[in-house]
């Protein structure tokens, strides 16, 4: 089993930055990918940003240029850097791992707890 927990939220103004965790543990050597979803309010959750576990990464448009993923996997950390914040930025930030349980072979999917980033105008 994998658990993830995110942390790194808060309120900034608009132009400034927040960094984004989220650490795994349990089977980590089962996570094929880790992407950051942002739910904003009453609103469906939408995948920002995603790295597998070579080196590809993908974005939404919105975010390219702005929004960094990278990950340590020596700390099984990923992490989500985010420059030049607007307020439509504004959500509940949530990551997921998917992969592929070693002990069955079965395919998963994990969501961590979320972390609210409030951008003010």
């Known amino acids: 089993q994998v658990q993830l927990v995110e942390s790194g939220g808060g309120l900034v103004q608009a132009g400034g930055s927040l960094r984004l965790s989220c650490v795994a543990s349990?089977?980590?050597?089962?996570?094929?990918?880790i992407g950051w979803y942002r739910q904003a309010p009453g609103k469906q959750r939408d995948l920002v940003a995603r790295?597998?576990?070579?080196?590809?990464?993908n974005y939404e448009d919105s975010v390219q240029g702005r929004f960094t993923i990278s990950r340590d996997n020596a700390k099984n950390t990923v992490y989500l850097q985010m420059n030049s914040l607007k307020p439509e930025d504004t959500g509940v930030y949530y990551c997921?791992?998917?992969?592929?349980?070693?002990?069955?072979?079965?395919?998963?999917?994990?969501w961590g707890q979320g972390a609210l980033v409030t951008v003010s105008s």
């Open positions: 997921k791992a998917d992969g592929v349980a070693t002990a069955w072979g079965v395919p998963f999917s994990v």
């Open positions: 349990g089977d980590t050597d089962s996570i094929n990918a």
């Open positions: 790295i597998s576990s070579g080196v590809s990464t």
